[in-house]
């Protein structure tokens, strides 16, 4: 098996906030990060698979980008994410949810030849996530 992996970029906003908190609780725990602000994220998907003899190639990176462009970049890119993505209404926008959503709209959609490894998501140039799948 061989890994490849393609990254994307994309910019959204997200407010972390607990409804079931007060006030004082949410600035102790989020902090400046109560207020509404954005990254640049950059998204970076991991695919494994036997690499194909006449191409050379263990997906076709093609159809890889019009899946991920399609049901993630489209989604997220100028969001913002607690707001716009129905998935997250009772979740924190965090870069640990992010990846399991990412991975859930990605799964079953990776073209035929390669399956999904993982999906790593680097928020800041000091923070990110990686998923593997549930276990």
């Known amino acids: 098996m061989v890994n490849l ?11 972390y906030w607990n409804k079931d908190w007060s006030a004082d609780k949410n600035d102790e725990v989020f902090g400046e990060d109560v207020k509404v602000h954005g990254h640049n994220y950059l998204l970076s998907i991991t695919v494994k698979g036997s690499i194909n003899k006449e191409s050379g190639f263990i997906i076709d990176i093609k159809k890889l980008n019009d899946v991920v462009n399609k049901h993630i970049i489209d989604i997220f890119d100028h969001s913002q994410i ?21 991975w859930n ?3 079953d ?27």
């Open 82 to 102: 607690e707001k716009d993505i129905l998935w997250f209404k009772d979740k924190q926008p965090s870069t640990e949810n992010m990846v399991v959503y990412i």
């Open 109 to 135: 959609r990776i073209p035929s030849g390669a399956e999904l490894y993982c999906i790593k998501l680097r928020e800041t140039p000091t923070i990110y996530s990686e998923y593997f799948g549930p276990k």
């Open 5 to 15: 992996t393609k990254q994307y970029k994309f910019c959204a906003a997200h407010q």
């Open 105 to 107: 709209e990605l799964v």
